[in-house]
């Protein structure tokens, strides 16, 4: 059974192309290190909602957008081992360092899955 990891996080849309490139480079690295699969969206259809919505829960700002992603393993196990890995390589280690994520960090929100249902 998979097991992913989700991102959601606020992106200012004067830094898409910034995020772009960071994105492009944690794809490889995420798959390097053992996911089978990632991904990321922009929003292109998302409102607020009465009591919560992917705007609200990532307190978007004005001239902000919404990206989602999510990378995919084997396992648990499998995605223990990889985040070890990732969080090492130094091709990340500038984005770990303040003022190295175009975007707001403390409103991004993220969690692991396992498998509940296949279609």
């Given amino acids: 059974m998979a097991y992913i990891d989700s991102f959601v996080l606020p992106l200012p849309k004067s830094n898409i192309e910034a995020y772009r490139a960071q994105a492009e480079l944690a794809a490889t690295v995420w798959r390097e290190h053992g996911a089978i699969e990632y991904k990321?969206?922009?929003a292109d259809d998302v409102q607020p909602g009465d009591s919560t919505s992917y705007p609200q829960a990532v307190k978007l700002e004005e001239g902000e957008t919404v990206i989602v992603a999510w990378a995919i393993y084997p396992s648990r196990a499998a995605r223990?081992?990889?985040?070890?890995?990732?969080?090492?390589?130094?091709?990340?280690?500038?984005?770990?360092?303040?003022?190295g994520l175009p975007f707001d960090g403390k409103r991004m929100f993220f969690g692991?899955?396992?498998?509940f249902v296949e279609g």
């Fill in 40 to 42: 990321e969206w922009i």
């Fill in 80 to 99: 223990d081992e990889a985040n070890e890995k990732i969080m090492k390589d130094p091709r990340l280690a500038p984005m770990m360092e303040p003022g």
């Fill in 112 to 115: 692991g899955f396992e498998t």
